[in-house]
């Protein structure tokens, strides 16, 4: 299948990272202020987002109109089937199971620990959601807002933009810029994500595809991590643990196998692009 192409100005692209920059920026600044009125963190925090996608929208208007045919086209209905859909929700779970893999195996080899001397030993784990609201607000959010702002941007225009280069290139580079708009701790899986979600836009030259795979990543971690009160903080004294470690770094390769098979059945899946799906969204600048 021939990949999403599109021939945009580098000031086009200059601006993308600007904008991105300069809302989150705002962003940051609105989360202290939200904190400094009483709102507990992760409210400030998702409270403030909500200001990213206007600021957005404003900043990048004369970009994202002037590519509207081909961001369209990314979103077409044509381009998903019930076969991708339920592959880009196994994608977005085989991709948490596979965070959760990373993270026991890191505690178990002693790579991750609490700092707090009075953390709790465990492993203990308890079912305990925030109130509804507060969990409404962080999926709205994360698997809503989020999803729809980073696919559109960092896979349907700058991959995009990125593609005439090659798969590698492509991917790689849009995955480093993905990578650098999160938080610098989370770094290394974010840019696995990237490269995931990249090579899925690649093959499927669908949005709905990514979309639908972030969407699961990033509701999943309201659930999994908000609502699931786990705590381990296995004493150094007793570490390494390798039977855990083992047992985690195995189901981290089997995660990461099936990822690549559920890109593979995505590829043989998707359907064939317009002849070139990037001529309407070409700019008469860039020519």
Not at 147 to 165: F, V, W, Y
Not at 242 to 247: E, K, N, Q, S
Not at 255 to 272: I, N
């Amino acid at each position: 299948m021939q990949p999403p192409a599109l021939r945009i100005p580098f000031r086009h692209l200059l601006a993308i990272v600007l904008a991105q920059a300069l809302a989150l920026t705002v962003q940051a600044w609105l989360s202290r202020v939200l904190l400094a009125h009483g709102h507990e963190e992760l409210q400030a925090h998702y409270l403030a987002y909500l200001a990213v996608p206007p600021i957005l929208v404003v900043l990048l208007a004369p970009v994202l109109f002037e590519h509207r045919t081909f961001l369209l086209e990314l979103f077409s209905p044509r381009r998903l089937t019930i076969r991708l859909a339920l592959a880009a929700i196994a994608l977005g779970i085989a991709a948490r199971i596979a965070w959760w893999a990373q993270l026991v195996a890191r505690v178990s080899l002693g790579l991750a620990a609490s700092d707090n001397s009075e953390a709790v030993l465990g492993p203990t784990f308890s079912w305990n959601c925030p109130p509804l609201a507060s969990l409404m607000l962080g999926l709205f959010v994360m698997a809503m807002l989020v999803p729809l702002m980073e696919e559109t941007l960092h896979r349907g225009l700058l991959q995009s933009a990125l593609a005439p280069g090659g798969l590698l290139p492509a991917v790689l580079v849009s995955a480093l810029i993905f990578t650098v708009f999160h938080p610098p701790s989370s770094y290394g899986f974010v840019f696995f994500m990237g490269l995931a979600l990249g090579v899925q836009f690649w093959v499927t030259g669908s949005l709905w595809t990514t979309m639908i795979t972030h969407v699961t990543y990033n509701g999943l971690i309201q659930f999994d991590w908000r609502c699931l009160q786990g705590r381990w903080n296995p004493p150094s004294e007793s570490l390494p643990l390798l039977l855990p470690a083992v047992g985690a770094l195995l189901t981290l390769v089997v995660a990461c196998v099936l990822a690549v098979a559920l890109l593979r059945y995505q590829q043989a899946g998707a359907r064939p692009a317009p002849a070139r799906a990037a001529i309407p969204g070409r700019s008469r600048h860039a020519r």
